[in-house]
């Protein structure tokens, strides 16, 4: 028997535990193992998850009882110019989707930015949160720990940053329900996504205010931050990364490229991602944002469940009087991302397929100063998720949506 197959009988007898092979083997044969157990065990043949191109040892921080690899279609779409607080230059936006017809909607969205002479991307605000809740006997004590909270920034700060030589606290903002306090802690974890950065910090934070308040810790995640869920409070004050991008396309351009009119795409714009999306009682005011900002997560390693929190977008159109007093109206078109939560170090992307397309971005690793590598990815995102917004919305105002998707075989 080879090594795989011994490994795989010594768990089918009991030996071993199957998260236990890693420590009796390398990390390729215990991966092999695990196939040869399912493989006795279904009828699934495994030999394509098998084939993956990285030494699985560096997978080791990002998954656990590992088989293989599943590889999702990557594309590329661009080039774009973007004239960002951090980007400055031409980018091309590596996408992994399994979506026929996203590459090429988000690439001929692009190609009309371009010839607009590219977007402009700003990331507003920047703050990765984590929210612990608390125990109280009630009001009086939860007015007593707010109180000591907002004297005490300093401290709380001190405790949190003992933790990391990278994380910065910028604020802590109270909210009390009953005998419940909630405290959302905002962090610059500058170019890390920072969710375990901002967990651990949180947890230094919260044996402090334990030690000076009448509040007892329950959990140091009280959904108030909040994490892979939808959420006002994402929309409303961010997490992670706020982000705008926005472009003027002269009206002689949407005619000849997008085959319709701003004044027709601003208003399916209203009828749709507004009014449609209110109607809907929908936290998201956009077309598809979360369809690029997905295909971005896979491609560059981010947490792929906060493509969530990536969808609190909203998406605006406006006619607007072109400077040829002779030509067609011009469209302004914009997508703010709210909570657009990324990083260019650690998680994911140190993942060699993730780490190649960060390089194709030239956006792998620390940027210099801190931080900036994170808001430029995030301002390139936006602008591939206003390229998508803009291509479908033409599509819906010229009705060729079902006409492109035929002719693609989608």
């Known amino acids: 028997m080879t090594d795989a197959e011994t490994l795989a009988e010594r768990v089918r007898t009991g030996e071993l535990r199957l998260h236990e092979l890693e420590e009796h083997a390398d990390h390729d044969t215990a991966a092999a193992a695990r196939r040869v157990l399912l493989e006795a065990e279904t009828d699934a043949d495994l030999e394509t998850v098998g084939d993956y191109a990285f030494d699985a040892e560096v997978a080791d921080s990002a998954i656990e009882n590992m088989i293989g690899a599943a590889q999702v279609p990557m594309g590329v779409a661009g080039p774009v110019t973007v004239d960002g607080g951090a980007a400055n230059g031409q980018y091309r936006l590596p996408l992994a989707t399994s979506e026929g017809a996203l590459l090429a909607s988000v690439n001929r969205g692009l190609s009309v930015i371009e010839s607009a002479g590219g977007a402009s991307a700003r990331v507003t605000k920047n703050g990765m949160t984590r929210a612990p809740v608390f125990r109280v006997e009630g009001v009086v004590q939860a007015?007593?720990?707010?109180?000591?909270?907002?004297?005490?920034?300093?401290?709380?700060?001190?405790?949190?940053?003992?933790?990391?030589?990278?994380?910065e606290l910028l604020d802590v903002e109270p909210y009390v329900v009953g005998d419940s306090v909630f405290l959302r802690f905002a962090y610059d974890t500058k170019d890390a996504m920072?969710?375990?950065?901002?967990?651990?910090?949180?947890?230094?934070?919260?044996?402090v205010v334990e030690e000076h308040t009448p509040a007892s810790l329950v959990a140091l995640s009280g959904n108030l931050c909040s994490d892979k869920k939808p959420a006002a409070i994402n929309a409303v004050e961010g997490r992670g990364r706020s982000v705008t991008a926005d472009v003027v396309i002269p009206g002689e351009v949407v005619e000849e490229r997008l085959h319709t009119t701003a004044d027709a795409i601003a208003e399916a714009n209203t009828r749709k991602n507004l009014i449609g999306s209110a109607k809907a009682g929908s936290l998201g005011f956009n077309a598809h944002a979360a369809n690029v900002v997905g295909a971005a997560f896979l491609a560059t390693g981010q947490d792929e469940a906060q493509v969530v929190e990536g969808a609190n977008a909203i998406t605006t159109m406006d006619a607007r009087p072109s400077e040829d007093e002779n030509g067609s109206s011009d469209l302004y078109a914009s997508v703010s991302l709210a909570s657009l939560e990324v990083g260019t170090v650690g998680g994911g992307t140190k993942l060699p397929t993730q780490s190649e397309a960060l390089d194709v971005l030239g956006l792998r690793g620390g940027g210099d100063p801190a931080g900036s590598n994170a808001d430029a990815l995030a301002e390139v995102i936006a602008v591939g998720a206003l390229a998508g917004e803009l291509s479908l919305l033409a599509a819906l105002a010229s009705r060729h949506l079902a006409s492109a998707h035929a002719d693609l075989g989608r």
């Open 194 to 207: 920072g969710m375990n950065m901002a967990t651990i910090a949180t947890g230094e934070a919260c044996s």
């Open 143 to 167: 007015a007593e720990t707010v109180e000591w909270v907002g004297e005490n920034l300093e401290a709380l700060r001190e405790a949190a940053e003992s933790t990391t030589s990278h994380g």
